[in-house]
T-cell receptor
């Protein structure tokens, strides 16, 4: 039973354009959402997060949007750069929980 | 730089031969986690420590054990590795439950 779903296994975007990575969740107890970026042969790196009390959080080129009613979040990367090519994981915590539930990831390829 | 270090990066073991993976952290975080990740799958939590308190996930096989002798170090012992245990093993830390988790580079385990 996948509680965090990333329905697009892969995405290709031209350099300089916007990358939009999507994530859906089913557990209404989730209240803190995180995005991780993973290069091959490396561990995931924390990228950006958002609390359920917000609907947007921005950090440089990265913006995460949260739509609680739709149980949907998205990560926007503008402008996309070749170095952004990686697998992106969406993850979520339930309130007071130690367990971080991950999606299966979306592989982003930014084409020069 | 504060970080999470895993050794070795690559480990080859024979079917049934015990193996130990190690993790150390300089972040002084309270919580340490071990995950198993197989190709194209989400990381799967095996267990975690809050300080010295050990917490085992219900579906973690008995074949997997862990030790945390002090705040900085954590070990994953696989008593009798099977072919199905070949995976990337990720160590992560967080300051507290519900905080961002910081991952090490992982150990790629091959079972022959």
């Amino acid at each position: 039973d996948q509680q965090v779903k990333q329905n697009s296994p892969s995405l290709s975007v031209q350099e300089g354009r916007i990358s939009i990575l999507n994530c859906d969740y089913t557990n209404s107890m989730f209240d803190y959402f995180l995005w991780y970026k993973k290069y091959p042969a490396e561990g995931p790196t924390f990228l950006i997060s958002i609390s359920s009390i917000k609907d947007k959080n921005e950090d440089g080129r990265f913006t995460v949007f949260l739509n609680k009613s739709a149980k949907h979040l998205s990560l926007h990367i503008v402008p996309s750069q070749p170095g952004d090519s990686a697998v992106y994981f969406c993850a979520a915590y339930g309130a007071g929980s130690y367990q971080l539930t991950f999606g299966k990831g979306t592989k982003l390829s930014v084409i020069p | 730089d504060a970080m999470v270090i895993q050794n070795p990066r690559y480990q080859v073991t024979q079917f049934g031969k015990p193996v130990t993976l190690s993790c150390s952290q300089t972040l002084n975080h309270n919580v340490m986690y071990w995950y198993q990740q197989k190709s194209s799958q989400a990381p799967k939590l095996l267990f975690h420590y809050y300080d010295k308190d050990f917490n085992n996930e219900a579906d973690t096989p008995d074949n997997f054990q862990s030790r945390r002798p002090n705040t900085s170090f954590c070990f994953l012992d696989i008593r009798s590795p099977g072919l199905g245990d070949a995976a990337m093993y990720l160590c992560a830390t967080s300051r507290d439950w519900g905080d961002e988790q910081y991952f090490g580079p992982g150990t790629r385990l091959t079972v022959t």
